[in-house]
């Protein structure tokens, strides 16, 4: 079971961070990837952490701004959003899946993904 939190309102600029907390498997045993949707707009990928290592990997468009982080300790995957654009404004989703969907995370479809969180939006104004 995942369960995000975290998000809110920012200005344009400013910066979040959301948390995706697990409970149920082990970080370290899984990836863990972050996806948010815009309204009217399909779902997409945002970035992907994989939990062994804390390899991690960024979709162009966040790259550079947003962090992804764990502190298997808490159980707790970190999405730090810095620089945020109105372009940025979504519902926000964890997911984890077995570790290899970190190899594929560019091309990994949504089945692929065991468990999701149920989202927090994020809205950032201009």
């Known amino acids: 079971q995942l369960q995000a939190s975290g998000g809110g309102l920012a200005q344009a600029g400013g910066s979040l961070r959301l948390s995706c907390l697990s409970s149920?498997?082990?970080?370290?045993?899984?990836?863990i990837g972050w996806f948010r949707q815009a309204p009217g707009s399909v779902r997409e990928r945002v970035g992907c952490?994989?939990?062994?290592?804390?390899?991690?990997y960024y979709t162009d468009p966040v790259k550079g701004r947003f962090t992804i982080s764990t502190d298997i300790a808490k159980d707790t995957v970190y999405l730090q959003m810095n620089n945020l654009k109105s372009e940025d404004t979504a519902v926000y989703y964890c997911?984890?899946?077995?570790?290899?969907?970190?190899?594929?995370?560019?091309?990994?479809?949504?089945?692929?993904?065991?468990?999701w969180g149920q989202g927090t939006l994020v809205t950032v104004s201009s």
């Open positions: 997911a984890t899946g077995e570790m290899i969907l970190f190899k594929y995370f560019s091309i990994s479809t949504e089945n692929l993904w065991d468990y």
């Open positions: 149920g498997f082990d970080l370290d045993d899984r990836a």
């Open positions: 952490i994989r939990g062994n290592d804390s390899s991690t």
